[in-house]
T-cell receptor
Framework: GAGVSQSPSNKVTEKGKDVELRCDPI?????LYWYRQSLGQGLEFLIY????????KSGLPSDRFSAERTGGSVSTLTIQRTQQEDSAVYLC????????????FGDGTRLSIL | ELKVEQNPLFLSMQEGKNYTIYCNYS?????LYWYRQDPGKSLESLFV?????AVKQEGRLMASLDTKARLSTLHITAAVHDLSATYFC?????????????FGKGTKLSVKP
């Protein structure tokens, strides 16, 4: 069956530009997560959506980062005024709840800020 | 704050040998996950460990969980080249969003003939 789908797979942009990253979770998964993977910081949690509840934004590194999830399905992660330190692979994951099932990860978006 | 530590971070093995990767975590959690990541690829779920004493095996890999010691191990038996990858353990962060994972830094495994 279809897994977690992320787009674009690669994004190169200039410092200061805004970017939008998209995640389409596995159908029926109510939980959706964004993580960031970089050489220096490893895998970091960014934000978590669960059903219609307010998202947990505790992992977002600054107010330049925001995310939304429309209709309980597709999610968009937006980074405004990008900085070079935002360069990383952004991974989306989804899962059923409760969390005794693994989170299924997409292939990620590799973001490079010039 | 929940912290997850893996060791070793780098592991070079010969084919046919056995080895164990260790994952320690700092606060109570009863859900631990092991993932595999190949270069340039995403994370693939290997094991979900949900209780103290849980043991799961798949092929040459076996994972166990000791919640009292806050320790999980991933044991590799008779390694083969195809096992070369980076292995991550991750623990559910109950102090956070009740679902997000805290990852170890990963163990990069290289199996040589």
């Amino acid at each position: 069956g279809a897994g977690v789908s992320q787009s674009p797979s690669n994004k190169v942009t200039e410092k200061g530009k805004d970017v939008e990253l998209r995640c389409d979770p596995i159908s029926g998964h109510t939980a959706l997560y964004w993580y960031r993977q970089s050489l220096g910081q490893g895998l970091e949690f960014l934000i978590y959506f669960q059903g219609n509840s307010a998202p947990d934004k505790s992992g977002l590194p600054s107010d330049r980062f925001s995310a939304e999830r429309t209709g309980g399905s597709v999610s968009t992660l937006t980074i405004q005024r990008t900085q070079q330190e935002d360069s990383a692979v952004y991974l989306c994951a989804s899962s059923t709840t409760p969390s005794n099932q693994p989170q299924h990860f997409g292939d990620g978006t590799r973001l490079s800020i010039l | 704050e929940l912290k997850v530590e893996q060791n070793p971070l780098f592991l070079s093995m010969q084919e046919g040998k056995n080895y164990t990767i260790y994952c320690n975590y700092s606060t109570t959690s009863d859900r631990l996950y092991w993932y595999r990541q190949d270069p340039g690829k995403s994370l693939e779920s290997l094991f979900v460990l949900l209780s103290n004493g849980a043991v799961k095996q798949e092929g040459r890999l076996m994972a166990s969980l000791d919640t009292k010691a806050r320790l999980s191990t991933l044991h590799i038996t008779a390694a083969v080249h195809d096992l070369s990858a980076t292995y991550f353990c991750a623990v559910v962060n109950y102090g956070g969003s009740q679902g997000n994972l805290i990852f170890g830094k990963g163990t990069k495994l290289s199996v040589k003939p």
